[in-house]
């Protein structure tokens, strides 16, 4: 059986010291430093003024009331939905009640919508622009350099994934070139974050991409671009056809049912 | 320790609020005294964390109750200097510290010119409005405290906490149908609140009692209520409690068999025997509370005593018309 020779490859252990740690090390510093940058960065949620406020909850009252109507007697449902459709059909609880029927606002001139995505621009400002700069410091100090051999064999598709930027064909999948250690810092200084800064810190990126991909539900119910007055008559619409039901109903013969002394 | 700390001590009882505000000057002295976001120091002690903020707002809730104004005041000092003086919970906080510390009425309308002030520049601040409403309470101007809440309501009708209060205040001035609104509201933000279940029969039993027209369509609703608050929470002590004096009342009163036209809209009242079942059950699931509460059996500790004793009230006078 043929045994496949060990390659060796004699570096400079200096190679380790001036290039290994640092790396490391200016990885994670932009990692505090990104943290503490977001967070002095973070814009503080905005207040809202009370006639959206208004808005938003009279809605979710004409919501509340759908879901939970069967709690009230007949006649207090009935009042209510006599109300709340009425109001809704007017517009009584629009911010703006000139406003109805314009159709919704063009988030791009909305300047309170503006705002939400310069949040969101500036957290990811606060990604790229590092990246970019260490990565293009690499490239340029560290390009080429094979630092540390991985102790363990691995097949030769990683070797795309770990010899970047050296273009050797024959070295072993082994080594290990200086622009992917940087990737795998990218990656792997996760819990290093979390030891340091605490678990809820900007500093990783994989909460930031989660961030992104939409801050939830309800955002997106009372988010920019979204004509409030389309809401209202949907509601109406959806309170005038509810069928009702009361739980009272029947509740004596349940009780005496199930209760047993 | 501390966990307690972390619930609002609305509710505690006296005993326990006053254990836990003598811890304060311990737990004020373990902690470091001020915390800043941004500091080097952060990387290497333990994190802030949102339980210490809430344990400060809670301890000087409790020390307040209890009457401890340094302690009160440093953890309002500490929250200050994390928060700054301008953020709207502190500013409430802030104004609680000063009804406290007031001696007399003078200093309370001081106070309630302040929270004036405050909504004047800035109407959407909840809580200093949400203070004013219950300055306003203590200082028994009832009916300006509803106006308040009310307009408070038509800006906010999604806050639960507000509509209770104001079917307390309706109930205090004895405005039944009102009061009864209002739960309900409360009802369809939380369907399955089992004591206001109970609240909102204890009001329609009220309501019955208070002589206004249709009497017994508030009884039949009442009853319903309290069944409900018993289907959603077993072993619940008023609920059972108001099931007894409702459906014993609806007995007692139904000697004339006037079966008056009832509009479809209501459901119709229990028949005798359901009602008399009913009242059986009740008693017996009372007395059955009682006795073992009283004796102190494992698992039946939880009832408040004074709801206990209430019961025990009830099931005596009881006794002693079956006895006549």
Known sequence: MAQVPVQTIHRDPQLFYWILIPITLVMILTGVLRHYATVLMASAPKRQDMPTLREQRSLMRGINLRANANAISPASFQARKDY?????????????????????????????AMEGMMGMMKGNMAMIVPQTLIMGWINAFFSGFVIIRLPFPLTIKFKSMLQAGVATRDMDPQWMSSISWY???????????????????????????????????GAQM???????????????????????????????????????? | MTSSLLHPPAHLPPNVALQLSQQAPTLLQSTPSAISPYSLSSLWSAAESAELWMTYENLML??????????????????????????????????????????????????????????????????????????????????????????????????AEAWAELADLYASQGMYPQSIFALEEVLLITPYAWNIHARLGEILYMAAISGEAGSEKYLAESIRRFCRSIELCDDYLRGYYGLKLTTARLLTGRSQPSRQAKSDSALATPDSKTLERLNETATAKLSEIVRRSVAGEAGWEGFTKSEVIAAKALLETDAVKISR
């Open chain 2, 62 to 159: 409790s020390c307040l109750r209890t009457g401890d104004e340094q302690s009160a005041h440093q953890c309002l000092e500490r929250l200050t200097a994390r928060f700054g003086a301008d953020n709207e919970r502190l500013m409430a906080l802030r104004g609680l510290f000063q009804e406290a510390v007031a001696t007399d009425d003078a200093a309370l309308k001081q106070v309630l010119e302040e929270y004036d002030t405050i909504l004047k520049k800035d109407s959407s601040n909840i809580p200093i409005t949400k203070r004013r409403i219950a300055l306003l309470k203590s200082l028994k101007k009832t009916t300006e405290a509803i106006t308040a809440l009310n307009q408070f309501l038509d800006s906010s009708p999604s806050d």
């Open chain 1, 183 to 217: 990737v795998l810092c990218i990656f792997g200084l996760q819990s290093v974050f979390n030891y340091l800064l605490g678990s809820d810190n900007a500093a990783s990126q994989m909460a930031q991409q989660m961030g992104s991909m939409g801050p939830g539900a």
């Open chain 1, 84 to 112: 709340l459709v009425n109001a809704y059909e007017s517009g009584a609880f629009l911010k703006e009640p000139e406003k109805k029927g314009q159709g919704a606002p063009n988030p791009m001139t909305d300047p309170a």
């Open chain 1, 222 to 261: 009372f988010g920019p671009g979204v004509d409030p007055d389309k809401q209202f008559q949907g509601e109406a619409e959806n309170l005038a056809v509810l069928a009702h039901q009361y739980t009272l109903e029947g509740v004596e013969d349940r009780i005496l049912n199930t209760v047993r002394v």
